[in-house]
């Protein structure tokens, strides 16, 4: 192998795929990445041999192709100190040394058999479903972080995606709040439903900031794996299996009581609230009360701290229906409101308790819930 | 994954696990039949070749080549070297997912908990490039309670694609429940001469060294092969058994100093010690075995054991269990290793009459824990 390419599209390429690369694990290999030179690009691929597994392609001129695997903190710490120049990088094959130049720095790197390295695992062309790129990555990052963190039911640490002629619903929940995305599909698909880890997902948000137009997904025949290919890069994610709880029933029909504010005041004055409300429970107070007698109707948002005290906003608000007492979990309530980017924003309750819904005005795509806590008002 | 769907696929006949022919059979047949349960407990003593041969089974289940496992192609290899994606060995040490701690450096003594939650996560994904995924979990005996108790919930309801090998020294003493929900099959020793004819031919053992290393390992195959590679172990087996057979017979004051001694060297070499106590459990194991007149439980030629009855060698492995349990949870090792003591039967000495210092021990049980 021996080739050449730029300082600033390896160290792009491989911090992009060191996302796959574990913290910990229990195989070696999975520390390194692999570099495969053929034709005028190589392919940079990490994976955690578990979960997920990100290639990358740089445009580089190849004199003579191979592949080796280099350890990947140490290989992409060097390429990101380097200037922005040329690399030249030179395998001797039998000793399996990489003698990498840049500028008037060089570094050998010893490196292991390529063979050794975790096939990334192919996906048959089954099903490929295109969607818009940024308009997917806005999806994701409204549905990923209601996924559940701990363990105990893995269904819940993934995303689920429903597709069924033009709609492709994502969802997520961890037993106290619920996020739904339903996006268009350009094409009709075939009905599946698959879940996908939301670990993979959060690379694949990242992955997807530089991406520009539509994007495949595809999922394979045997439903264990999915593909994202966004052209130079593409991330494959072994799924999750079991069966994702029906969540359509958990989203409430109808309303007793509407409340519509400004996303931007409500996220201030629950910061503020979440504040007092941290040496607590987390516990932040909603009161909607209606206008009387021409009035604007308000909201006001409050917290305690037992012992240390006490803080109430109020905002403007339009309230439809009588008024509305109700405690979240202002972590819950603040991260939802961080990934909306509609103006407005209406709460609708039922009476109590009973879980809040969440839906950004004049968008009818998203729509979350969650659930409320018990408080003593 | 299609092969098998044309039925093409065959199982080698052996799988090259010294003395164990019988329960690669019985893995091999379930494998033919298409009756592969979700999870297996090879339950048999150190060194009988638990590990070699539930690394088989995954071979067996991942392998590409016709006849299976063919223990060359790269898969295979991978397999024996722990490096197989989709195969994971759980044990001591382990990896988990949480960052905050690393089992390696922090000198585990059990398997944890948050161990047995990383394999809930993994176990329910699809598998990575394999057929299925698989989890040895080396030993059984050593998980925490704590992660035991996780365990269950996996066992219960393994996701499809995965299969749980438990191995366990003990299986007695895990938890009932893990051991309903596991297909138990036990390792029983070899004949000495099987194990010395495989130590000639395969490590190049000199042939009188390997009779005694058999004999010595008790039909063990991975034990004999462990004590030619190191002969301290074989001396440290040699002095322990001597030591067990002698205070089996020695009086109070004998056993109070010898604990005494015993706990300080716990302060300084923990491994040894325990190694010890494990010599003493095997030991007791085969007493009961002999008194109990099981076949195949003791090859005959490993010397001559002592004569008691089956509820005395019971007591004893128990007790030798729990002080070997008090220990690894920190409990003041002197008091640990006197209660041990005190719980020994006392045996009638060889060529002495019952009586002098053959009294009934005092009753300390701690049953209650």
């Known amino acids: 192998m021996r080739l050449s390419c730029q300082q600033e599209d390896l160290h792009r390429g491989l911090s992009a795929v060191a996302r796959a690369i574990p913290a910990r694990s229990a195989l070696p290999i999975t520390q390194h990445v692999l570099l495969t030179a053929d034709g005028d690009q190589i392919t940079l691929s990490a994976t955690d041999a578990e979960t997920i597994a990100i290639t990358y392609t740089i445009t580089a001129s190849i004199d003579e192709g191979g592949s080796i695997t280099m350890p990947s903190r140490l290989l992409s710490d060097f390429v990101a100190t380097l200037p922005r120049e040329n690399i030249e990088m030179t395998l001797a094959e039998r000793s399996r040394q990489v003698s990498l130049s840049c500028a008037r720095n060089d570094a050998s790197i010893g490196g292991m058999d390529p063979d050794d390295f975790p096939p990334i695992p192919p996906v048959d062309d089954s099903a490929t479903i295109s969607v818009e790129a940024a308009r997917f990555r806005r999806a994701l990052s409204q549905v990923v972080f209601a996924a559940a963190a701990d363990d105990s039911r893995p269904v819940l640490t993934g995303v689920h995606f429903a597709i069924d002629g033009t709609e492709m619903r994502l969802a997520a929940a961890d037993g106290f709040r619920l996020a739904v995305h339903t996006l268009e599909l350009p094409d009709s698909a075939s009905e599946c439903?698959?879940?996908?880890?939301?670990?993979?997902?959060?690379?694949?948000?990242r992955l997807l900031a530089e991406a520009e137009d539509a994007i495949s997904v595809t999922f394979n025949a045997a439903g264990t794996q999915v593909q994202f290919d966004l052209g130079h890069a593409k991330l494959v994610a072994q799924l999750i299996q079991g069966t994702f709880p029906d969540t359509q029933r958990l989203i409430p029909e109808g309303h007793t009581s509407r409340t519509e504010v400004a996303v931007g005041e409500f996220n201030r004055e629950t910061r503020i609230a979440q504040i007092f409300a941290r040496d607590g429970s987390g516990i932040v107070r909603l009161v909607a009360s209606p206008g009387e007698g021409g009035a604007p109707g308000r909201l006001t948002i409050s917290a305690r701290a037992e012992e240390l005290g006490t803080n109430e906003g109020e905002i403007d608000a339009i309230v439809e229906g009588e008024e509305v007492k109700v405690?979240?979990?202002?972590?819950?309530?603040?991260?939802?409101?961080?990934?909306?980017d509609t103006d407005r924003v209406a709460i609708e309750t039922q009476d109590q308790p009973s879980p809040g819904v969440i839906r950004p005005l004049g968008d009818d795509s998203y729509v979350h819930v969650i659930m409320p806590m018990f408080v003593q008002w | 994954m299609t092969e098998t769907a044309t039925g093409a696929v065959q199982y080698a006949e052996d799988w090259g696990v010294v003395g164990q022919s019988?329960?690669?059979?019985?893995?091999?047949?379930?494998?033919?039949?298409?009756?592969?349960?979700?999870?297996?407990?090879?339950?048999?003593?150190?060194?009988?070749g638990k590990a070699t041969l539930a690394r088989r089974l995954a071979q067996a289940l991942i392998c590409k080549a016709g006849v299976r496992p063919c223990l060359e192609c790269?898969?295979?290899?991978?397999?024996?070297?722990?490096?197989?994606?989709?195969?994971?060995?759980?044990?001591i040490g382990g990896v988990c997912d949480e960052g905050n701690h690393d089992h390696a450096s922090d000198n585990s003594t059990r398997i944890r908990i948050c161990q047995v939650r990383r394999l809930e996560r993994v176990a329910n994904l699809s598998p990575f490039a394999a057929a299925r995924r698989i989890f040895i979990i080396d030993t059984a005996d050593e998980l925490q309670p704590e992660g035991a108790n996780a365990l269950l919930k996996t066992l219960e309801e393994?996701?499809?694609?995965?299969?749980?090998?438990?191995?366990?020294?003990?299986?007695?003493?895990?938890?009932?429940?893990?051991?309903?929900?596991?297909?138990?099959?036990?390792?029983?020793?070899?004949?000495?001469?099987?194990?010395?004819?495989?130590?000639?031919?395969?490590?190049?053992?000199?042939?009188?060294?390997?009779?005694?290393?058999?004999?010595?390992?008790?039909?063990?195959?991975?034990?004999?092969?462990?004590?030619?590679?190191d002969p301290s172990l074989a001396v440290l087996r040699e002095t322990a058994t001597e030591q067990v057979r002698s205070l089996s017979r020695a009086g109070r004051n004998e056993r109070l100093d010898y604990a005494q001694q015993l706990s300080r060297s716990w302060q300084r070499e923990r491994e040894s010690v325990l190694a010890t106590l494990d010599v003493w459990r095997s030991w007791w194991r085969d007493v009961l075995h002999a008194s109990a007149e099981v076949p195949g439980g003791t090859p005959a030629a490993s010397g001559p054991l002592e004569q008691c009855s089956p509820a005395q060698a019971l007591a004893a492995l128990s007790a030798t269990q729990r002080a070997r349990e008090h220990l690894i949870t920190n409990t003041n090792p002197q008091l640990a290793l006197e209660v041990l003591m005190l719980d020994l039967p006392v045996l009638p000495a060889q060529g002495?009459?019952?009586g002098e210092e053959a009294r009934e021990p005092i009753a300390v049980t701690p049953e209650a824990d």
Request: proline share 7%; aromatic share 2%.
């Open chain 1, 327 to 340: 405690a979240f979990n202002g972590r819950y309530l603040r991260e939802v409101l961080d990934v909306l």
């Open chain 2, 74 to 91: 790269r898969t295979c290899r991978q397999v024996d070297s722990g490096d197989a994606p989709d195969i994971e060995g759980i044990t």
């Open chain 2, 352 to 354: 002495m009459r019952d």
């Open chain 2, 22 to 48: 019988a329960a690669a059979a019985a893995l091999r047949h379930a494998l033919i039949s298409g009756r592969l349960t979700h999870a297996y407990l090879l339950s048999g003593p150190e060194g009988a």
């Open chain 2, 158 to 229: 393994p996701p499809a694609t995965s299969l749980l090998i438990l191995l366990a020294t003990d299986p007695e003493a895990l938890l009932p429940t893990i051991r309903s929900r596991c297909q138990q099959l036990t390792l029983t020793p070899a004949p000495a001469s099987e194990v010395a004819a495989a130590l000639v031919e395969r490590a190049g053992v000199p042939e009188g060294e390997a009779l005694d290393l058999a004999r010595l390992s008790r039909g063990r195959y991975g034990l004999a092969l462990r004590m030619h590679g």
């Open chain 1, 193 to 205: 439903s698959v879940i996908v880890p939301a670990r993979a997902l959060a690379e694949l948000t």
